[in-house]
């Protein structure tokens, strides 16, 4: 199972971008999706996240970020608007799937990261 995040860049202030993130393997079901990001010399924080039971979404970014997911295509999204420096970061995706084994019928349930994202936003 791989996680493929795309969609930073730089931005201005007031700005928006939108982040994608899609799964892909043997994937059985996805339960959780969601967004973290890490600051120079800070430790990664939770963005948003979403599953069946609803969605969370860190203070800093209520109001300004929308996390959303495409169950069909295993991806999730996080639009980003009325961007600010402080939201300068790279971003990362996670998930905990279920995926298939080599052993028929059987399978197996893990976390996993994409590789990260940049999000620069500087005038």
């Known amino acids: 199972v791989q996680l493929q995040a795309s969609g930073g860049g730089l931005v201005q202030p007031g700005g928006s971008l939108r982040l994608s993130c899609a799964a892909s393997?043997?994937?059985?079901?996805?339960?959780?999706m969601g967004w973290y990001r890490q600051a120079p010399g800070k430790q990664r924080e939770l963005v948003a996240g979403?599953?069946?039971?609803?969605?969370n979404y860190a203070d800093s970014v209520k109001g300004r970020f929308t996390i959303s997911r495409d169950n069909a295509e295993n991806t999730v999204y996080l639009q980003m608007n009325s961007l600010k420096p402080e939201d300068t970061a790279v971003y990362y995706c996670?998930?905990?799937?279920?995926?298939?084994?080599?052993?028929?019928?059987?399978?197996?349930?893990?976390?996993?990261w994409g590789q990260g994202t940049q999000v620069t936003v500087s005038s």
């Open positions: 979403i599953n069946s039971g609803g969605i």
């Open positions: 393997g043997d994937i059985f079901s996805i339960d959780y």
């Open positions: 996670n998930a905990d799937v279920t995926y298939r084994t080599i052993v028929p019928g059987f399978t197996k349930r893990n976390t996993f």
